[in-house]
C-alpha cells in the first residue's frame, strides 16, 4: 500500500529555516516524481517543488527559487524539502505527493499526482 508521511513542520521566526521529510512506503521513490506542495488557509494547493524519477532533477516555484532544495535518499526512501529564508507568506499545510505511474518527470500540477500524504503545518511568525 502507497503510504506518504510527511514530518518536520512547526513554527520558525522570519528568516529561519526547516526541513521537512516524507517518508515513503509501498513503493520507491527513485521511480516516481515526488512533488511539494503547500496550502494556506483560503487559498488553493500550489506547487512548490518536484522531483524527477531516476536522475533527479528539480523544478521550483518561483516564490520557492534560491530559498528552498527539494532532495531524495533513495537509501531511506525518503524526500526532502529543505527552507530557508522562510517569510510569513510561506505559512501554510505543507503536502508531499507522488506520481502514479513510474518514472515521470515531475511537475507542479497537483493534477499529475495520485498519492498525497496527510501534511505537515508551517508558520512561520514572530
Known amino acids: 500500500q502507497v503510504q506518504l508521511v510527511e514530518s518536520g513542520g512547526g513554527l520558525v521566526q522570519p528568516g529561519g529555516s526547516l526541513r521537512l521529510s516524507c517518508a515513503a512506503s509501498?513503493?520507491?521513490?527513485?521511480?516516481?516524481?515526488i512533488g511539494w506542495f503547500r496550502q494556506a488557509p483560503g487559498e488553493e494547493r500550489e506547487g512548490v517543488a518536484c522531483i524527477s524519477s531516476g536522475d533527479g532533477s528539480t523544478y521550483y516555484a518561483d516564490s520557492a527559487k534560491g530559498r528552498f532544495s527539494i532532495s531524495r535518499d533513495n537509501a531511506k526512501n525518503t524526500v526532502y524539502l529543505q527552507m530557508n529564508s522562510l517569510k510569513p507568506e510561506d505559512t501554510a499545510v505543507y503536502y508531499c505527493?507522488?506520481?502514479?505511474?513510474?518514472w515521470g518527470v515531475g511537475s507542479l500540477d497537483l493534477y499529475q499526482y495520485d498519492h498525497w500524504g496527510q501534511g505537515t503545518q508551517v508558520t512561520v511568525s514572530s
Open positions: 505527493a507522488a506520481e502514479g505511474t513510474a
Open positions: 509501498g513503493f520507491t521513490v527513485d521511480y516516481f516524481a
